[in-house]
């Protein structure tokens, strides 16, 4: 049973639960945060990725493909990092 406690406590946002999200501007923000967070960190995976095919294909002429891959997830990071910007002058 207290295992059972300790899966749950680890997989249950009970820090999230706590707060009041009774107006929907807060319950907008959180999503929009959640959204920003998802793309932020999928584009540091797929940029890791691009390093490692560009490091990898060091001698073949294929090696662009990181550079593109690095590139594009390069943008998408700006992206986010513009979009959160403009969330908090939003909010302030």
């Not at 946002?13 to 707060?19: F, H």
């Amino acid at each position: 049973m207290q295992m059972l406690y300790r899966i749950l406590l680890v997989l249950l946002p009970l820090p999230t639960l706590a707060q009041d999200t009774s107006d929907a501007g807060s319950s907008l923000t959180l999503a929009l945060r959640a959204g920003i967070g998802f793309f932020g960190a999928i584009s540091i995976i797929v940029f890791i990725v691009g390093l490692g095919t560009y490091l990898t294909r060091l001698g073949t002429e294929r090696r662009e493909e990181g550079i593109t891959t690095m590139e594009q997830s390069l943008t998408i990071l700006i992206i986010v990092v513009i979009v959160t910007g403009i969330l908090r002058w939003i909010e302030s």
